[in-house]
């Protein structure tokens, strides 16, 4: 069974960085293919980076590229969010997914992923 635990949001400033992760409590995320989404209020929830089950491919939205860096690591069981020079924009509630039908990452620009964690809280002010 995949239990997702979200850790690692708050409160920074515009240009800090922060790292998220995710910790799959029932072990068997790590087959799955992994991605973060977030969502604000009033808007759909948005993929924001994924990656496949072995890690060789990623997938980021435009607005994310060069900033964000997903990463996994299956003996830990966990998935990281790597988030730097942040803005106001990314404000949002981050919640880490999995699929277990293992798509390419790119697959996720518009497919969805099945499991759900609760989400994590972050905020970036100017």
């Known amino acids: 069974q995949v239990q997702l635990v979200e850790s690692g949001g708050g409160l920074v400033q515009a240009g800090d960085s922060l790292r998220l992760s995710c910790e799959d409590l029932?072990?068997?995320?790590?087959?799955?293919?992994m991605g973060w989404y977030r969502q604000t209020p009033g808007k759909e929830r948005e993929i924001v980076a994924a990656?496949?089950?072995?890690?060789?491919?990623?997938y980021y939205i435009d607005s994310v590229k060069g900033r964000f860096t997903i990463s996994r690591d299956s003996t830990k069981n966990t998935l990281n969010l790597q988030m730097t020079s942040l803005n106001t924009e990314d404000t949002a509630v981050y919640y880490c997914?999995?699929?277990?039908?293992?798509?390419?990452?790119?697959?996720?620009?518009?497919?969805?992923?099945?499991?759900w964690g609760k989400g994590t809280l972050v905020i970036v002010f100017s």
């Open positions: 997914a999995a699929d277990e039908r293992n798509y390419g990452a790119d697959y996720y620009a518009r497919g969805i992923m099945h499991y």
């Open positions: 029932g072990g068997t995320g790590s087959r799955y293919a």
């Open positions: 990656i496949s089950r072995i890690g060789g491919s990623t």
